[in-house]
């Protein structure tokens, strides 16, 4: 899965696509290695922090969780991110991972 339980929430792994002509979750993907992400695509550019402002809209939009509990954690600059979701891990947990089972599975 591309999250796992950290102290005071959970991280979600991502890869982001800036400029991608909409805001939409793509669903979730893997890399060469093998490790899990959920892929995303949003419209804005990747120029200070505008991406992130709407990858972080975007997640909040789509799991219904406030936007004050996502923070980027790693990856400020990269199109590979990790966010942290703020709250009980377990709750969480619970919650993205039925979020993430109606999402599309993707192979790349």
């Known amino acids: 899965m591309p999250f796992r339980a950290v102290p005071g929430g959970v991280s979600l792994r991502l890869r982001v696509t800036p400029r991608g002509g909409a805001d939409r979750v793509e ?3 893997a890399d060469a290695d093998g490790a899990r992400h959920l892929r995303l695509r949003v419209s804005a550019i990747a120029e200070k922090g505008k991406a992130n402002e709407a990858v972080l809209k975007l997640l909040a939009k789509s799991t219904g969780l406030p936007r004050s509990s996502l923070s980027i954690a790693s990856g400020e ?3 590979t991110k990790a966010v942290l979701v703020a709250g009980e ?6 919650r993205l991972g039925a979020w993430l089972a109606s999402l599309p599975e993707r192979g790349d």
């Open 77 to 79: 600059t990269g199109r």
């Open 27 to 29: 669903g979730l993907g």
């Open 89 to 94: 891990p377990e709750a969480l947990l619970a």
